[in-house]
C-alpha cells in the first residue's frame, strides 16, 4: 500500500465510520450461546474484554502469516478538527502504517 492509498482509506474510515456496537452485540451473542449450551467461554469474553469502548476504526499491519500491530482510533476525534490538522493527523497515521510494514 502506498501512502497516498493509506490517506485515502484512513480519510474514508474517519469520515464515514459504520456505527454499530459490535462490542455490546458481541457480548449479547456471547451470553446467549453460554445460556444455550450451559458452558463459560472465558476465552471469548478476554478477548472481547480487548475491544476499545468507544466507536473505533482498527488499523492493522499484517502480513498473512502474522500480525504486527493494530490501532485503534476513534474517528469522533477527527471529525471537528480544522482541515489542515486533520489532514496532518491522516498524514502521520499513513506515514506510521507504512513505516510498520516496512519494519521501521
Do not use: Q
Not at 14 to 41: G, H, Q, S
Not at 48 to 71: A, K, Q
Amino acid at each position: 500500500m502506498t501512502k497516498k492509498e493509506a490517506e485515502k482509506r484512513i480519510a474514508e474510515l474517519i469520515d464515514n465510520p459504520i456505527k454499530f456496537d459490535y462490542k455490546r452485540r458481541a457480548y449479547v451473542e456471547l451470553e446467549e450461546i453460554e445460556n444455550l449450551t450451559r458452558k463459560k467461554f472465558p476465552s471469548i469474553d478476554f478477548v472481547l474484554s480487548t475491544y476499545p469502548d468507544f466507536n473505533h476504526v482498527c488499523l492493522e499491519v499484517s502480513y498473512p502469516s502474522h500480525h504486527i500491530f493494530r490501532l485503534y482510533i476513534n474517528p469522533d476525534d477527527y471529525v471537528n478538527l480544522p482541515p489542515k490538522k486533520k489532514k496532518k493527523a491522516i498524514t502521520n497515521l499513513a506515514e506510521w502504517m507504512i513505516n510498520m510494514e516496512k519494519g521501521k
